[in-house]
T-cell receptor, first 115, second 113 residues
């Protein structure tokens, strides 16, 4: 009963490097999403997916790519890291049409620093 | 354009006091309003949620008050405890818009002993 697992927990990148943040859920949730959290900015949606093979852009998609080949996995790729992408990244998942008391399940986050 | 405006940004309350966090929205297509609680180093977790057909929902010491005509909703924490110290996010979801949530910017609550 792992819930949403994010790896790595911490990462330091040099400007221009690429990397993939991993997200996996074992709850058979259809909906998955990536947020970034910055001080004073709250949680901003990067990309989301409503099922395998279907992805769409959120509020701040530039510089990030996603794919959803399986229900369980939703990796986030940074194409060419920039200091502005220094942030804490959260993956979240949810069922569709849920009751009012069933919300998102968030991972524990990836703290990324780009130098 | 910020779709959900949350205030205050930070709040300090004494133990036993009432903590009040406010949110406002513009989009009348929103049909679900949850609050999330986040402790340092952790991901947010659902605290309590409300739909616009009710004006108030209470769960233990936590109450959501909802004013549909004013397009505002608030979180009240009664008898605030040091363990309630966390960041709180309000959010909203558009009817028929998948499960996509729009979050407020968050309120950092500190409850002093």
């Amino acid at each position: 009963n792992a819930g949403v697992t994010q790896t790595p927990k911490f990462q330091v990148l040099k400007t221009g490097q690429s990397m993939t943040l991993q997200c996996a859920q074992d709850m058979n949730h259809e909906y998955m999403s990536w947020y970034r959290q910055d001080p004073g900015m709250g949680l901003r949606l990067i990309h989301y997916s409503v099922g395998a093979g279907i992805t769409d852009q959120g509020e701040v998609p530039n510089g990030y790519n996603v794919s959803r080949s399986t229900t369980e996995d939703f990796p986030l790729r940074l194409l060419s890291a920039a200091p502005s992408q220094t942030s804490v990244y959260f993956c979240a998942s949810s069922r569709f049409g849920t009751g009012i008391n069933y919300g998102y399940t968030f991972g524990s986050g990836t703290r990324l620093t780009v130098v | 354009q910020q779709q959900v405006k949350q205030s205050p940004q930070s709040l300090i309350v004494q133990k036993g006091g009432i903590s009040i966090i406010n949110c406002a929205y513009e989009n009348t297509a929103f049909d679900y309003f949850p609050w999330y609680q986040q402790f340092p180093g952790k991901g947010p977790a659902l605290l309590i949620a409300i739909r616009p057909d009710v004006s108030e929902k209470k769960e233990g010491r936590f109450t959501i008050s909802f004013n549909k005509s004013a397009k505002q909703f608030s979180l009240h924490i009664m008898d605030s405890q040091p363990g309630d110290s966390a960041t709180y996010f309000c959010a909203a979801r558009k009817q028929g818009g998948s499960e996509k949530l729009v979050f407020g910017k968050g309120t950092k609550l500190t409850v002093n002993p």
